[in-house]
């Protein structure tokens, strides 16, 4: 089992949940962070005072797929997430030891 963390811009949410329902993945969690990579960030113009804002808000995509489903889940977080400017996001993949669900204790695979 592997878990797939995705930083991606929030007006991309709905094109991904998309693509990974197509993949056959419906399990994500999704948490609303800030944060910037290479495009630091912008100024903005409030009451005539210009300020920096530079940590953007993303989203970040949390799912855990047995490793035969590793390389969709992955082709299908790009396919709905690219938009081929800076600031896309990112993919993280981490191994997971173990999966249990609360509800009857069934662990691995299983619990997903």
């Given at each position: 089992?592997?878990?797939?963390?995705?930083?991606?811009?929030?007006?991309?949410?709905?094109?991904?949940?998309?693509?990974?329902?197509?993949?056959?993945i419906e399990?994500?969690?999704?948490?609303?962070?800030?944060?910037?990579?290479?495009?630091?960030?912008?100024?903005?113009?409030?009451?005539?005072?210009?300020?920096?804002?530079?940590?953007?808000?993303?989203?970040?995509?949390?799912?855990?797929?047995?490793?035969?489903?590793?390389?969709?889940?992955?082709?299908?977080?790009?396919?709905?997430?690219?938009?081929?400017?800076?600031?896309?996001?990112?993919?993280?993949?981490?191994?997971?030891?173990?999966?249990?669900?609360?509800?009857?204790?069934?662990?691995?695979?299983?619990?997903?």
């Amino acid at each position: 089992m592997k878990k797939i963390e995705a930083v991606i811009q929030p007006s991309r949410l709905e094109e991904v949940k998309a693509s990974l329902k197509e993949a056959g993945i419906e399990g994500m969690t999704v948490l609303e962070v800030r944060g910037h990579g290479r495009q630091k960030g912008h100024t903005e113009v409030y009451r005539g005072r210009e300020y920096a804002v530079d940590l953007l808000p993303k989203l970040k995509l949390e799912l855990v797929v047995p490793d035969e489903l590793v390389e969709a889940a992955v082709e299908a977080l790009i396919l709905g997430a690219r938009t081929g400017k800076i600031g896309d996001g990112k993919i993280f993949v981490l191994p997971v030891e173990d999966a249990i669900r609360i509800r009857n204790s069934q662990r691995g695979a299983a619990a997903l």
